[in-house]
């Protein structure tokens, strides 16, 4: 793993404090995107950093739940804030996906060039 921004969340805490795990989740940035890696299921979703920002800016200040599709790896992660027993904390999972024909198609026409 490499990036310009690694930490440690959750239980898999490294000593280093370069990887950010939550339950067999590592995070860093990157090349202007932060990829989340669910080693456990050997699954990984890219999101651009304004994307991640903006959502966070939101899951920080209420209990709320943000999915994000990555077509480019097959994936959805799903980011959730959660206040149970005066406990504000996140929930985070990374699901693999197909892609439908017509969104392909779609997503082609609409690239710039």
């Known amino acids: 793993m490499g990036g310009e921004r690694e930490m440690t969340l959750g239980k898999k805490d490294n000593k280093e404090g370069n990887i950010a795990s939550l339950d067999g ?3 860093h940035e990157i090349n202007g995107e932060v990829h989340f890696h669910d080693d456990t299921n050997k699954l990984k979703a890219v999101v651009p950093v304004g994307v991640w920002y903006k959502a966070w800016d939101k899951l920080r200040g209420e209990p709320t739940t943000w999915v994000f599709i ?5 994936t959805n992660i799903s ?35």
């Open 25 to 27: 989740f590592r995070i």
């Open 70 to 74: 990555d077509t480019s790896n097959n």
């Open 79 to 113: 980011v959730g804030t959660r206040l149970i027993n005066d406990e504000f904390d996140i929930i985070v999972s990374i699901k693999t996906i197909k892609v439908g024909k017509d969104y392909t198609k779609l997503n082609t026409f609409s690239k710039r060039k």
